[in-house]
């Protein structure tokens, strides 16, 4: 066997601190990214809860608490699920308010203690549903969601099936809307909408707005029928609409005994959310020959709210 020279070695040496000793010494491990952060540490418990209750007793939700934090591996896992899955997504979205309490949070520690009943501990994350007024009614250890490294969207999805509200009729939600106006002389304002429908939902938060609802109620019961969540609700909404293809959301004044007086079908077709000029001005035109209460101020408020909203201001921007 050969042995090697004194030049054989020592242009080991300097192949071995040559260029590619140069470059591996280079390379930096790189760090792993922080997951985006899911909890907010500062928003108080009860407050959440509320909020989400007041969005989910006006469309006949349930509230899903998540406790956990940005330190929980498993609580980013499952909540990366309930975004990536179309199935277990859509559930959510359309039956639930899903809200996130970090363990720390002003005021989680009592409303985790409620919320897990008699279970002495709860690991992370804890699952538990919540009705409108926030009574608990299901609470949920993720373990038994577990399968190996990741949750069972098999699982998941029927726990969300199992836990969701029964869905209303439409029928009867108009009937009780029409028995309360017609004991406080007041119109039907009928609205139709479904969850994955982005201006439903602007239609939908411009109502909520305390200031608009607290005017908007002197004279309209407010009526909102889901046609894909509640029974009847295509049927309802073809029996009211002769020309279903302008889209959602559309909306009809009705009279305490349900029939017509006018509705959001303007000179170009259904107005929907009322964002444009030409839209505001028909949706104004239909409050004033409906209105009995209102005032020239409270009329005044839902134009400029309507006018001063960003959706209208892009509209005018456009033009």
């Given amino acids: ?60 939700q349930r509230l899903l608490v998540m406790f956990g934090g940005d330190w929980c591996g498993w609580c980013h896992k499952l909540h990366g699920l309930f975004a990536k899955d179309r199935a277990i997504h859509k559930i959510l979205t359309d039956e639930f308010q899903l809200v996130m309490v970090d363990t720390k949070a002003p005021h989680a520690d009592e409303l985790l203690k409620e919320c897990q009943g008699d279970l002495k501990q709860v690991g992370y994350p804890f699952l538990a ?50 028995k309360l106006a017609s004991s406080e002389d007041k119109k039907v304002f009928l609205h ?10 602007k239609l939908d938060n ?19 029928v889901d046609v894909d969540r509640m029974e009847n609700g295509k049927e309802l909404a073809a029996k009211m609409r002769k020309d279903a293809s302008g889209g959602i959301p559309w909306f009809v004044i009705l009279d305490a005994k349900g029939d017509a007086i006018i509705n959001a079908d303007g000179p170009k077709g259904n107005i929907g959310y009322p964002a444009a000029p030409a ?39 456009r033009n």
């Avoid at 411009?206 to 909102?224: Q, T």
């Fill in 1 to 60: 066997m050969l042995k090697p020279t004194i030049g054989c070695l020592v242009s080991l040496v300097l192949f071995a601190s040559g260029p590619l000793a140069m470059a591996q010494d280079e390379k930096t491990v790189e760090t792993p990214k922080k997951p985006a952060s899911i909890y907010n540490v500062n928003l108080d418990a009860r407050e959440q809860v509320k909020a989400a209750g007041k969005i989910a007793r006006r469309d006949n």
């Fill in 129 to 178: 549903v919540l009705d409108a007024d926030g009574k608990v009614l299901t609470r949920q250890e993720t373990d038994a969601l577990e399968e190996g490294d990741h949750h069972d969207p098999v699982k998941v999805k029927e726990f969300l099936i199992k836990c969701s509200p029964a869905p209303k009729d439409a029928e009867k939600v108009l009937a009780d809307g029409l």
């Fill in 192 to 201: 139709f909408g479904a969850p994955w429908c982005g201006w439903c939902h």
């Fill in 206 to 224: 411009f109502l909520a707005k305390e200031e608009i609802s607290k005017v908007f109620g002197k004279d309209f019961v407010d009526v909102k």
């Fill in 279 to 317: 839209e505001i001005a028909h949706f104004m035109m239909m409050l004033n020959k409906t209105k009995n209460r209102l005032s020239t101020d409270d009329l005044e408020l839902i134009e400029k709210t309507l006018k001063d909203a960003p959706e209208a201001k892009a509209q005018a921007d």
